[in-house]
C-alpha cells in the first residue's frame, strides 16, 4: 500500500527566507505526486504535481518541487517566503497503475514571521 | 467557471443523527470523491462515484453512504451520528481517464460538529 510521510509536523521561517519541506512515499513503482495548501478554513488547492518526465516541477505561487526516485521524496521549496504563505501543506502520493486515489501525509504547518 | 461547491459550510449535529452533506464538482468533471479531514490530519479517502455508482471506497463503516446525481453532483450521508465524526468532510471532483482520473480538485469543505 502507498503511503507518505511527512517528518516536520511545524515549520518555522522568517519572511524572505527559503523553504523546504519534506516529503517521503512509499510505493512500489512511479508515483503519480502533489503538493497541496490548505488555509485556515479552506479546502485544498493543488500547487503542483508529478505524473512523468522532468523531475524539478514547477507550480503556481513560486513553488517548485523535485521528485527523487533513489531517495524516494518530493520535496517542495520556494526560495523566498512571504507571509501568506502561512498555511497547512500536503504532500499525497496516488498509484500511477490504477485507482489513481491519492493518499496524504499528515501535513505540515508553515509558520512565517516577520 | 466556478470550482467545487459543498453546503452547508458548518453544520452541528448530535449523536446519533443523520446528516447529509452536498457536492457540486467543477464544470466538466463527472467524478466526485469525498474525504474525511480529521482535526490535525490529513484527509482520508471515503469513497468515490462515477456514473452515478461507487467505484471505490476507503476504510469507512456503511454509516456512510453516497449518492451521485445524473449532473454528477453527490451527496454524502452519514447515519448514526458519533461524536468521531466530527471533522472537515471534502469532496474533490476530477475528470475520469481510462480506469483512474484526472487530477482531484477541492471544494472548501463542510465543518460537522457532533455534540
Known amino acids: ?114 | 467557471d466556478a470550482g467545487v461547491t459543498q453546503s452547508p459550510t458548518h453544520l452541528i449535529k448530535t449523536r446519533g443523527q443523520q446528516v447529509t452533506l452536498r457536492c457540486s464538482p467543477k464544470s466538466g468533471h463527472d467524478t466526485v470523491s469525498w474525504y474525511q479531514q480529521a482535526l490535525g490530519q490529513g484527509p482520508q479517502f471515503i469513497f468515490q462515484y462515477y456514473e452515478e455508482e461507487e467505484r471505490q471506497r476507503g476504510n469507512f463503516p456503511d454509516r456512510f453512504s453516497g449518492h451521485q446525481f445524473p449532473n454528477y453532483s453527490s451527496e454524502l450521508n452519514v447515519n448514526a451520528l458519533l461524536l468521531g465524526d466530527s471533522a472537515l468532510y471534502l469532496c474533490a471532483s476530477s475528470r475520469r481517464v481510462g480506469v483512474g482520473t484526472d487530477t482531484q480538485y477541492f471544494g472548501p469543505g463542510t465543518r460537522l460538529t457532533v455534540l
Open chain 1, 1 to 114: 500500500a502507498q503511503s507518505v510521510t511527512q517528518p516536520d509536523i511545524h515549520i518555522t521561517v522568517s519572511e524572505g527566507a527559503s523553504l523546504e519541506l519534506r516529503c517521503n512515499y512509499s510505493y512500489g513503482a512511479t508515483p503519480y505526486l502533489f503538493w497541496y495548501v490548505q488555509s485556515p478554513g479552506q479546502g485544498l488547492q493543488l500547487l503542483l504535481k508529478y505524473f512523468s518526465g522532468d523531475t524539478l516541477v514547477q507550480g503556481i505561487k513560486g513553488f517548485e518541487a523535485e521528485f527523487k526516485r533513489s531517495q524516494s521524496s518530493f520535496n517542495l521549496r520556494k526560495p523566498s517566503v512571504h507571509w501568506s504563505d502561512a498555511a497547512e501543506y500536503f504532500c499525497a502520493v496516488a498509484s500511477s497503475g490504477g485507482s489513481y486515489i491519492p493518499t496524504f501525509g499528515r501535513g505540515t504547518s508553515l509558520i512565517v514571521h516577520p
